[in-house]
């Protein structure tokens, strides 16, 4: 099974900034790789998928990039409705999800 | 509307069954692979079945900690994707999510299920 790995596990932005999220992969996933928004109470909500494009709806201040086993998702400058827990997911072979970052208000 | 809409959820005791159900709309259905994905209380999500298309097999995929009680199945005459879980234990305590690995899909809002006695 290919582990996916996030860090940080909480990361305290302010408002306005950017945020930096990792997820590694214990094997190549390739580009089969992608990125969750969840808040209390709701389902998972598709950010980027294949590693870098976004999917419909999502603002222009949600990036992926990475490939194989290194991935980043940046929040340009955090909103508020951005704070929320952020899964990455492969799914080159089964799929596997990291543990989740918690973004939350500095 | 593009939707899935998860049902069947509740308390059972430990050993019991559930069927789970989830009804898609909006989008073609029978040609979608149709995914469970659990998340336990204050935890991550987890993969625990899969079954591809007919046109690709109809051919079923299940997690470790599942394989053997839990069976994925679908009626694509009826756009449902089913869940029927046996044996449950304490620890398959979850809301349960069905989905598709889509753009345009979202994921429903999921279906609780608590295994207590």
């Known amino acids: 099974e290919i582990v996916m790995t996030q860090s940080p596990a909480t990361l305290s932005v302010s408002p306005g900034e950017r945020a930096t999220l990792s997820c590694r992969a214990s094997?190549?996933?390739?580009?089969?790789l992608a990125w969750y928004q969840q808040k209390p109470g709701q389902p998972p909500r598709l950010l980027i998928y294949?590693?870098?494009a976004r999917a419909t709806g999502i603002p222009g201040r949600f990036s992926g990039s990475g490939s194989g086993t290194e991935f980043t998702l940046t929040i340009s400058s955090l909103q508020s409705e951005d704070f929320a827990v952020y899964h990455c997911?492969?799914?080159?072979?089964?799929?596997?999800f990291g543990q989740g970052t918690t973004v939350e208000i500095k | 509307e593009v939707q899935l809409v998860e049902s069947g959820g509740g308390l059972v005791k430990p050993g019991g069954s559930l069927r789970l159900s989830c009804a898609a709309s909006?989008?073609?259905?029978?040609?979608?692979?149709m995914t469970w994905v659990r998340q336990a209380p204050g935890k991550g999500l987890e993969c625990v079945g899969r079954?591809?298309?007919?046109?690709?097999?109809?051919?079923?995929d299940y997690a470790a900690p599942v394989r053997g009680r839990f069976t994925v199945s679908r009626d694509d005459s009826k756009n449902i994707l089913f869940l029927q879980m046996n044996s449950l234990k304490v620890e398959d305590t979850a809301v349960y999510y069905c989905?598709?690995?889509?753009?345009?899909?979202?994921w429903g809002q999921g279906t609780l299920v608590t295994v207590s006695s």
């Open positions: 989905t598709t690995l889509s753009t345009i899909v979202p």
């Open positions: 909006g989008f073609t259905f029978s040609n979608a692979w």
């Open positions: 079954i591809k298309s007919r046109t690709d097999g109809e051919t079923t």
């Open positions: 094997q190549s996933v390739r580009s089969n």
């Open positions: 294949g590693a870098s």
């Open positions: 997911q492969q799914y080159e072979n089964w799929w596997t």
